[in-house]
């Protein structure tokens, strides 16, 4: 972090519900492929391949860095090093209810909405660039975020919680 940072959220695809679910998935997919098979040959695909799943997701960092200079977002590994949005290219910035189903789903994702940067929940901070792109980066702090927003830059008062 460095002296500009105002603000930094850091994000995985993993909580407690996903573990429980990775848990209960592993332990019924190896018992129904050893009972199937009553040998660990035929089994060792697919569990190598549940195993990379797995460390994908641990893989997984979405990090959101909002300093003096701009928003900057890095989503390991979707994108290596820093995604850096710069205020004056920035048109308009504010927090926002949204669906997973606008975009797709969460994660990388590219729509007819814009680009989506997220792992999990239903809130972000849509930037509007002067280009006309338009740029969701998901959010677990949505009321600290708009706060902070609306501190950098009072004139940009839309509050959409």
């Not at 994000?11 to 009972?35: A, E, P």
């Not at 997701?57 to 994108?79: A, E, N």
């Amino acid at each position: 972090m460095n002296e500009n940072t105002i603000y930094t959220e850091t994000q995985t695809f993993l909580n407690k519900w996903i573990w429980l679910l990775i848990g209960q998935i592993t332990i019924f997919g190896i018992y129904q492929l050893f009972i199937e098979y009553q040998a660990l040959e035929p089994i060792i695909f697919p569990i190598l391949l549940w195993v990379g799943i797995i460390a994908i997701l641990v893989l997984v960092k979405l990090q959101t860095t909002i300093d003096l200079d701009g928003i900057h977002v890095k989503f390991f590994p979707f994108i290596i090093g820093n995604k850096s949005f710069l205020w004056e290219d920035i048109d308009a910035v504010y927090v926002r209810k949204y669906t997973a189903w606008e975009f797709g789903g969460w994660g990388y994702r590219i729509s007819g909405s814009g680009v989506a940067y997220s792992t999990s929940g239903f809130y972000g901070i849509q930037l509007k660039l002067k280009s006309g792109r338009r740029i969701l980066v998901g959010t677990h702090n949505p009321k600290k975020v708009q706060i902070l927003l609306t501190k950098l830059n009072p004139d940009e008062q839309k509050e959409i919680l």
